[in-house]
């Protein structure tokens, strides 16, 4: 597969946003994110070691930036698609409940 120009996969970034509570640069963290998940999804392998990680911080940029609710829903449905990334999510019980506070679409 032809090597996409992707950013590194912002392991550190999404510690921090969900473990820290510093959200400041969850723009970026989010591109690079969605970058990976859209153009590169075979690579995500590697990355489910994460997995806890990204499902919470989906979650809570979605609550902080409304106006990019269509772009989550992307990344989302599209890592809904893999096997290993919706068995993390369903393990995550804990999210589920936070779902349930986001906007309808996303929970789908």
């Known amino acids: 597969s032809a090597m996409v120009d992707l950013p ?3 392991s550190q ?3 921090s946003c969900v473990c820290d509570g510093r959200w400041s640069d969850d723009l970026e ?4 994110v969605r ?3 859209l153009r ?4 995500l392998a590697e990355q489910c070691a994460d997995a806890g990680h990204l499902w919470a911080f989906l979650i809570g940029f979605s609550e902080h930036h409304k106006l990019q609710k269509q772009r989550v829903i992307e990344v989302v449905n599209k890592l809904m698609t893999m096997e290993t990334w919706r068995g993390s999510y369903k393990e995550k019980r804990e999210l589920h409940a936070k ?8 929970q789908e």
Do not use: M, S, T
């Open 40 to 43: 590169a999804p075979e690579g």
């Open 13 to 15: 970034g999404l510690r």
């Open 99 to 106: 779902v349930k506070v986001l906007p309808d679409d996303v």
């Open 35 to 37: 970058k990976h998940v």
């Open 29 to 32: 963290i989010f591109d690079g």
């Open 8 to 10: 590194p996969w912002p």
